[in-house]
């Protein structure tokens, strides 16, 4: 995931291949380039959404700011539109991080993913650190957004029986002859 968002810090490097978004190679793009694209066209969901907010910004700022960097300040209701399509009250915008629950955290990254209406949503172990029943929400509310945007969800897990639940392709990573998840 951090490949194709070109978020790897070295040592670590893209040592080849290709990844193509409609006849784009995401890993051809200069700087500023990579910069317009993320968010616009491809979004992160963060493993860790606890620790992906800044903790001294309400949510309804950081949100904002996100789409203020890409041209595009939220007009009107967007705000509130935004944290509606994730299930949340308008009223979170106005709260701090640490006064949600790690679910609402989760769905506060998930509305910040798709505030632009990006083509490729990556979701990196979404759930993780959630109890099951906000696991299985979340995942609802994720299938309901890539619906309604017609983006392509690129899950990365490893509890295959969620994946297998929400995936309408499933697959695994073969390395050296063995089995990886």
Not at 66 to 84: K, S, V
Not at 150 to 160: I, K, Q
């Amino acid at each position: 995931i951090l490949a194709l968002l070109r978020m790897i810090k070295k040592p670590g490097f893209i040592a080849g291949g290709k990844a193509l978004l409609e006849g784009i190679d995401l890993l051809k793009l200069d700087q500023e380039q990579v910069r317009q694209t993320r968010l616009a066209r491809v979004a992160m969901i963060p493993q860790g959404a606890m620790n992906s907010l800044n903790p001294v910004m309400r949510v309804g700022e950081q949100l904002a700011l996100a789409m203020r960097e890409h041209g595009q300040p939220p007009e009107g209701g967007r705000l509130a539109e935004l944290l509606q399509q994730v299930g949340l009250r308008p009223e979170v915008s106005q709260r701090y991080p640490h006064e949600l629950s790690g679910g609402m955290k989760q769905r506060v990254c998930i509305a910040q993913a798709i505030s632009l209406k990006p083509r490729l949503i990556l979701a990196d172990e979404p759930t993780s650190a959630l109890d099951v029943v906000v696991q299985r929400q979340t995942m609802q509310t994720l299938r309901a957004l890539q619906e309604g945007l017609g983006a392509t969800v690129l899950l990365v897990g490893h509890d295959m029986g969620l994946m297998a639940q929400f995936a309408q392709r499933l697959g695994v990573e073969q390395d050296a002859g063995r089995l990886r998840r």
